[in-house]
């Protein structure tokens, strides 16, 4: 059925280590993938997208690689910070079809200082 | 400030009553998604508009509306309330009716039933 997995539901972290946070979707005809960031109280805000005919896309500290052949997102955050502390979630969207995106349940991130 | 607005920001009400979330969303975004977020369910679609059209629908109860108005606002009606509809509702926008192109989410409606 529809859905975006996530394989952790909470990772924790030392201040200043890197973070990967993993996602794996099932709908291989999703071709736009985000990664959105919630903080407690807050609407998920975005971080970075990927499309399917990229493998990686790299923002400020952050980096999404997308391989399509295990249908496996992640996101990595560089030098991790008290305020990255969230909960993160990957969503994906069929292009072609609606602008409907389909969430995973989350990763909560601790960040440890 | 995300630029999309939603009101009220807390709902308290009781079961059987109906409510009205509103959205305004980002100046020049057509289209409006409503979320709901729930604690067992994570982030679910539950419709889109596109320029006052619906454009999708995802899991949406029959006893919730939706319309978009010629001034692109959005409202969603719940009716019939139960304690099972307590939940974030968040509303996003995009420019496009399709997908892959970055959403900006409101800071969402805390309805408790």
């Known amino acids: 059925g529809e859905s975006v997995g996530l394989h952790l539901p909470t990772l924790s972290v030392q201040e200043g280590d890197n973070s990967i946070i993993n996602c794996a979707y099932s709908?291989?005809?999703?071709?736009?993938f985000i990664w959105y960031k919630q903080e407690s109280g807050k609407g998920p805000q975005f971080i970075i997208d990927?499309?399917?005919?990229?493998d990686k896309r790299q923002g400020q500290r952050v980096t999404v690689l997308l391989n399509k052949t295990v249908k496996h997102l992640s996101l990595q955050i560089a030098a991790t910070q008290p305020g990255d502390s969230a909960v993160y979630f990957c969503?994906?969207?069929?292009?072609?079809?609606?602008?409907?995106?389909?969430f995973g349940q989350g990763t909560t991130l601790q960040v440890k200082p | 400030d995300s630029g999309v607005t939603q009101t009220p920001k807390h709902l308290i009400t009781a079961t059987g009553q109906r409510v009205t979330l509103r959205c305004s969303p980002r100046?020049?975004?057509?289209?409006v998604y409503w979320y709901q977020q729930s604690l067992d369910q994570g982030l679910q679609f539950l419709i889109q508009y596109y320029n006052g059209e619906e454009r999708a629908k995802g899991n949406i109860l029959e006893r919730f509306s939706a319309q978009q108005f010629p001034d692109l606002h959005s409202e969603l009606n719940l009716s019939s309330l139960e304690l099972g509809d307590s939940a974030l509702y968040f509303c996003a926008s995009s420019v496009a009716s399709g997908g892959g192109y970055g959403y900006t989410f409101g800071s969402g409606t805390r309805l408790t039933v």
């Open positions: 709908n291989s005809a999703s071709d736009y």
């Open positions: 100046s020049g975004d057509l289209s």
């Open positions: 990927i499309r399917s005919n990229m």
């Open positions: 969503a994906e969207n069929i292009r072609s079809n609606t602008g409907k995106l389909i």
